[in-house]
């Protein structure tokens, strides 16, 4: 009872948190074209008011996994400092919404606008001040479920990468693997996942658009951005929340790939679909059952792309889901070897699979958006609130953590707002 309290309090001063920030979005953003200030303290509003969504929807996730005790403890210590600034903010929102703050956009000039109550420096800089300190209390909080969540699905990656090294130690599998000179891409995976920032991508695992696709028969997500926004980042952590959502059901597989600039073998489709293919067969019971098929008709050399794909539809159909992540379609070169990519991902979702379920990264180039051909809700634009969180967390992070920093401390609201500003989402 005592964790559903705590969990019932965090829940209601999140709640209101996010309230408060609406509200105040909500005001402030009808002027913010107008006035540089203006604008960014609704930035900072909208970014707060992401970061309360987020933490609301890890505490709902943790209690409905009935793992609430010590973690919500954590938590609930480290937003205590918060609940006394939300309710400062809420009667800054009363004010706001006196007589006079609505009669501001109809009697007050833009010129004479800074001599208003809401519009002051003074007041945008206590509003400024609370807003850094808010986020300071909620990143702590964060940190704590996200640490949990990190430690959880370290020890789930273990359990992937037990399923990929069948490769290496089955006999049979290793002899395919060699045979079809086939990327390893879990190496991709590995170098990847150890340079991100625990809290990367979690914008997108506590969106809709992550828990419908999971769900939705035949689901489809492009992911697309420009260069260094993290989308490699962001796979890494798709996937291994993917393994996670799976992990406990039956005939349910999941397999990904990385394209690279580096590796000639990891830009073609007969590398994507020969890493895909392994994958998913040594997830299945009797796995070798099409790759010995495949392997009698073309021993003495490699099978052509048709032949994968016919080999890969039919190890798909056999499972009751399969998760397919590709990542950074961009890295395979526009004149040797992408158009045969697209040319496979489009003959993948043209089987209309309804147990299949396929996301892509890449740069929003002509080719790759003519031949994905999203529909609405399809594609995600790496352009959001959620990668400038991500950002700000890792900056506030570094700032915290590099000795070297400290002797600005002082100033570290400042340069943390000038870094993720100015970032342009990378």
């Known amino acids: ?37 203006l604008a960014k303290i609704t930035q900072n509003f909208e970014d707060l008011q992401g970061i309360f969504q987020s933490l609301e929807s890890a505490v709902q996730d943790r209690q409905s996994q009935g793992d609430m ?16 600034i939300i309710e400062e903010l809420q009667k800054e929102c009363q004010k706001l919404h006196t007589d006079l703050g609505l009669s501001l956009k109809g009697h ?8 208003a109550y809401p519009f002051r420096k003074s007041t945008l800089q206590k509003l400024k001040e609370d807003v850094s300190e808010i986020c300071e209390s909620l990143s702590l909080a964060l940190n704590v479920l996200q640490l949990k969540s990190y430690n959880q699905t370290q020890y789930e990656l273990l359990e992937l990468k037990s399923l990929l090294e069948r490769i290496n130690t089955s006999q049979f599998f290793s002899m395919i693997r060699n045979w079809l000179m086939a990327p390893d891409a879990f190496i991709d995976h590995n170098a990847i996942y150890a340079k991100r920032h625990p809290s990367t991508g979690l914008w997108f695992i506590n969106s809709h658009h992550f828990t419908d696709w999971l769900v939705e028969h035949n689901s489809f997500l492009w992911i697309n951005g420009v260069p260094g926004c993290g989308k490699s980042f962001l796979c890494s952590t798709t996937i291994e ?5 799976i992990k406990d059901k039956h005939e349910v597989g999941i397999a990904f790939f990385y394209f690279s600039f580096t590796d ?57 889901e399969a998760f397919i992540l590709l990542d950074a ?37 002509l080719d790759i958006s003519q031949s994905l051909n999203p529909s609405h809700g399809q594609a995600i634009s790496m352009k959001n609130p959620g990668v400038n969180r991500d ?33 342009q989402g990378v």
Not at 69 to 84: F, I, S, T
Not at 241 to 245: A, G, Y
Not at 406 to 420: F, G, P, V, Y
């Open 1 to 37: 009872m005592a964790e559903l309290s705590i969990a019932s309090g965090i829940v209601g001063l999140l709640s209101l948190g996010i309230q408060v920030t609406q509200s105040l979005i909500s005001f402030y953003s009808a002027y913010k074209d107008q006035d540089g200030d």
């Open 69 to 84: 005790d010590e973690v919500l403890k954590e938590v609930d210590k480290a937003m205590q400092g918060c609940h006394e």
């Open 108 to 115: 007050i000039q833009v010129a004479g606008r800074r001599a």
């Open 241 to 245: 929340h993917t393994f996670h959502e």
């Open 264 to 320: 000639k073998m990891k830009q073609s489709s007969y590398g994507m679909l020969c890493a895909l293919l392994l994958q998913l067969s040594v997830q299945l019971q009797d796995g070798e059952k099409d790759l010995e098929q495949l392997h009698r008709l073309y021993k003495l050399g490699t099978p052509p792309v048709g032949a994968l794909l016919d080999s890969l539809r039919s190890v798909l159909c056999r499972f009751h």
């Open 329 to 365: 379609l961009d890295e395979s070169p526009q004149d040797c070897g992408r158009e045969g990519v697209l040319e496979a991902i489009e003959t993948i979702r043209k089987w209309d699979l309804p147990g299949l379920h396929l996301l892509v990264t890449s740069r929003d180039l």
């Open 391 to 423: 950002i700000a967390i890792f900056v506030s992070d570094q700032l915290k953590e590099d000795q070297q920093l400290q002797r600005w401390k002082a100033r570290h609201s400042d340069i943390q707002e000038q870094l993720t500003q100015h970032a």
